[in-house]
């Protein structure tokens, strides 16, 4: 079993619809949640970052963790095909040497159809 | 765009040969990390390196080595390059926190 496990898609919904991206993990020693964007021959770009459970609210973005389930969650409003791009979770731990450990999914890729 | 950049943008090289990947960290950055990305996968970390000096690495053997530099910017170095190395390379970099690092565009380096 993967630390972290993301759904690959593809994801395909219509502009304007409420799209929900999740990640499970395993390892109760995540402290820190994150969400990337990743359009097509770039890198990833930090949408939002996370500590405790509960929700955390961005414009049209939402995250959410659940610490209990260890499942966090990313919901886009109103989904425009600017959006459309494949969203990454990554999640870190203290690692070994004090030094912070990031672990990814595999990405979820979205298209955000006009 | 984050103010982290990379070059080159694209490169091919043969089985064998040795490959240089510079970045160029964004304005008051300390910390510069390096990824493999294959296609269809989430990044793996390389190594990381603080004030010019290695700070973590992950599971890549020893001829993926780097360097940082006192304006800290970075070098990824592979040596003896195999099919398999074939990725988007990505650089990225931060001032106190992993967490909110900012990521280059990444470089594509495809090993025939």
């Known amino acids: 079993q993967k630390e972290v496990e993301q759904d690959p898609g593809p994801l395909s919904v219509p502009e304007g619809a409420i799209v929900s991206l999740n990640c499970t993990y395993s390892?109760?020693?995540?402290?820190?949640f994150m969400w990337y964007r990743q359009y097509s021959r770039k890198g990833p770009e930090l949408l939002m970052y996370?500590?405790s459970s509960g929700n955390k609210e961005d414009g049209r973005f939402t995250a959410q963790v659940d610490k209990s389930s260890k499942y966090i969650s990313l919901f886009i409003r109103d989904s425009q095909p600017s959006d459309s791009a494949t969203y990454l979770c990554a999640m870190s731990y203290l690692g070994a040497g004090n030094n912070r450990k990031l672990i990814w999914g595999l990405g979820t890729s979205l298209a955000v159809n006009p | 765009e984050t103010g982290v950049t990379q070059s080159p943008t694209h490169l091919i090289k043969t089985r064998g040969q040795q490959v240089t990947l510079r970045c160029s960290s964004q304005s008051g950055h300390n910390t510069v990390s390096w990824y493999q990305q294959a296609l269809g996968q989430g990044p793996q970390f390389i190594f990381q390196y603080y004030r010019e000096e290695e700070n973590g690495r992950g599971n890549f053997p020893p001829r993926f080595s780097g360097l940082q530099f006192p304006n800290y910017s970075s070098e990824l170095n592979v040596n003896a390059l195999e099919l398999d190395d074939s990725a988007l390379y990505l650089c990225a970099s931060s001032s106190d926190r992993v967490e909110t690092q900012y990521f280059g565009p990444g470089t594509r380096l495809l090993v025939l």
């Open positions: 996370t500590y």
């Open positions: 390892n109760s020693a995540f402290q820190y």
